[in-house]
């Protein structure tokens, strides 16, 4: 008999929760897992989420800032200990809460010790050592998880300390949940609803769900049947709760729901790759990035779907999973375990309701995201996978079949609206430091190598050494060997795109050094026609949508003169996004100076956005930095020659210059021949620097090497509509959604 049906058979209704209250108080893990016993147990830094206590919207896993530290320091926290070398103390935990969860703590040499103060064979003498694989959680008060739920198995929840509120909805509901598999995380369906504040006009149809609650206290367990819905909350009783839990397989079930997930994973990744969308982390939970990121995705769950194909044909059908336990199971104390089913109350009577409206006088428009969503859909998987298992019957049939059904409907997926015509003409536009060109003599049906020669000819620079960035906010264009044959049409490139060019500065060989420097192209302007001891020169930092960062993080970082001249600017990924999110913690840590008003969207929407990676940074983002390095941040724009200086009222005694064309910051420094280095830092008392920098922009002006953000014209991707200078497409980009524009060729 498989475990899982021994388990089940001590229910009266096994499709049904129930709650045996106190069953599990006597547990070593009851009696003495506080946060001191835990932290001398637990000595290794643990990830936790965090979240603001109060929002409006769903905050979902994969746009929530995290940190690592350790339970010493988490205790630390919740007891209100000021240590600014705590990873915590940029989250007040007034504001803040904290989770680390799903931690299985059979994979931790830490926590493979607290197993043994969990007491699970004593009440389920069924289980042995390996179906025991407990799962932690500990969270700070009003932590919670997001309301989904679990296409696997079933749930065996014990509550450790503290109380949470557990909120179940039968799967009978689920037209009404609001469901979506994005952020796609195997085994998880989501609601769209936030239920912290549940919106009743933004999500009419949750009145009619048939929601049932119940609080845990220690000692509590709580048995939850696949496919119920549940949204869990500690209470803000206790600093803090813990429980564990164990999923319980049901190989007769889970084998065929595993061949539905690993179809959705296949569809959602795929759409998310051929649409080269740069922001998949928020799309996919971090497990879910891990198969992503891996070169040979696709083939790896293709083989997936065939084993399971396999698995689940009739002449396949194993007795994996049973055990000999019937005798076990007759003399087990679970059998005399009182469980209490679980009741269902009004909706509205368990939840605070938002009084926010919601504004639905603007027009609708179609995502990316809802269009990778309805193709994951439950219903729209299940009808694949029914076509799919309807040739399982013939097992000679089973491969070729998950090839060709799977191969045409991803082909499907990944066409594109329409296919250009070949002979139709591309009209681009070339931007390069050295000014604009115009390309005419490419068509849809060229390649990126046509592309790229072209470029070549015009800028006179080997094809080798030039990077190209296509859109607004620019995106780097693959340029690899693999990808020279790839049509313009399929990136997709339109009439009217702007493509912006970087060029990888040629290396050559100093004769009278073994150390290979750049060879410098820079526009420079001696600082003393009588002395060139020293000259400022404009370096080039790459056009990736983090030149601001990386500008700053190349002069800070050169505090004490060490970069040689002709060294090259280049991006360091894991030092822009660490500076991105301490830009975001300092965001949300203070809503009052940095409110809706200032900032032009809310708080928490700011604090999302500037975590991504194609997000640029601007004079927000320019103060704050000022802030973290403590140095005058002067920014030289091309347009105006003007001289913008942040920090300058803190009297800050260094200072760093960037130059700004209206898109693109690069940084300033000085070349000294004499000592062969580069100065990014100078004194806030040396004012000459700031009128060689405005020279440098004045050139560059008479070389019209800038644009004007308030007057050039932009066309939505789309809706094709019309848009004058940057604001309004950040208006046009916050009623609508949409977030892919191109430059009009007038």
Known sequence: MDIDKILLSQFPDSQHPYVAKGIAGSWESCQKWDLCYLSGKIKSALKFRLAKRESAEVQWETSCPSISATLAEFNDWINGVDDKNNPFSMYPKEFWWAYADYIYMTKSTDFKELIKDLSFQELFPCLNNNTISPTFWLGSSKAH????????????????????????????????????????????????????????????????????????????????????????????????????????????????????????????????????????????????????????????????????????????????????????????????????????????????????????????????????????????????????????INESLCIINIHYWTTNYLSVIQMQSCLPNSTNLLKLRCRYRTGQYNLNNLTSDSTIDDLLQTIASLISVAQSRISLYYGYPPKKLDCSISNLNKHLWEIPLRSGDMITVDVIEEKSINVNSSTIKPQSHERVIPINNKQLESRIVRLSAPSDNSCLFTSVLFCVNNYDNHLKIGTEVITNIAAVSQLRELISGIVLSDPIKYSEAFLGMSNEEYSLQIRQSDKWGGGIEVSILSQLYEVEICIVDIESCRIDRFGEDQNYAKRILLIYDGIHYDPLAQECPSRDCLVTVFSSNDDTILLEAQQLASNARAEWAFTDLSSFTLLCRQCDAPLVGQVAAQKHAQLTGHTQFKEIIH
Not at 185 to 209: A, D, G, Q, R, W
Not at 272 to 285: G, M, P, Q, T
Request: aromatic fraction near 14%; charged fraction near 20%; include cysteine.
């Open 145 to 392: 998880t997001i309301c989904h739920r679990d296409t696997y198995g079933f749930n065996i929840v014990v509550q450790i300390k503290g109380s949470k509120r557990w909120i179940l909805f039968p799967p009978s509901d689920n037209p009404y949940m609001y469901e979506t598999r994005l952020p796609l995380e195997e085994s998880t369906v989501f609601s769209k609803v936030n239920f912290t504040l549940p919106n009743y006009k933004e999500h009419p149809n949750i009145l009619k769900t048939t929601p049932y609650p119940i609080t845990l206290y220690p000692g509590d367990i709580l048995f939850v049947p696949r496919n119920w819905w549940h949204f869990v909350e500690s209470s803000s009783q206790y600093d803090f709760t813990c429980s564990v839990n164990l999923w319980i397989d049901q190989p007769s079930l889970d084998n065929k729901v595993r061949f539905r997930e690993c179809l959705t994973q296949l569809v959602g990744f795929s759409l998310i790759s051929s649409c080269n969308h740069s922001n998949y982390k928020v799309l996919l939970h971090p497990s879910e990035q891990e198969t992503y990121e891996q070169e040979f995705w696709s083939e790896n769950l293709l083989d997936f779907l065939r084993l399971l194909c396999h698995r689940n044909s009739p002449k396949s059908c194993s007795s994996m999973g049973k055990v000999d336990c019937e005798e076990i199971a007759k003399r087990s104390k679970f059998s005399n375990i009182s469980w209490t089913p679980l009741v269902s109350e009004n909706f509205d009577k368990l939840f605070t309701v938002s009084e926010e409206s919601l504004s639905y006088n603007v027009r609708k428009v179609l995502s990316f995201e809802q269009v990778i969503s309805t193709f994951m859909k439950p219903d729209v998987i299940e009808l694949v996978a029914k076509y799919l298992e309807n040739d399982v």
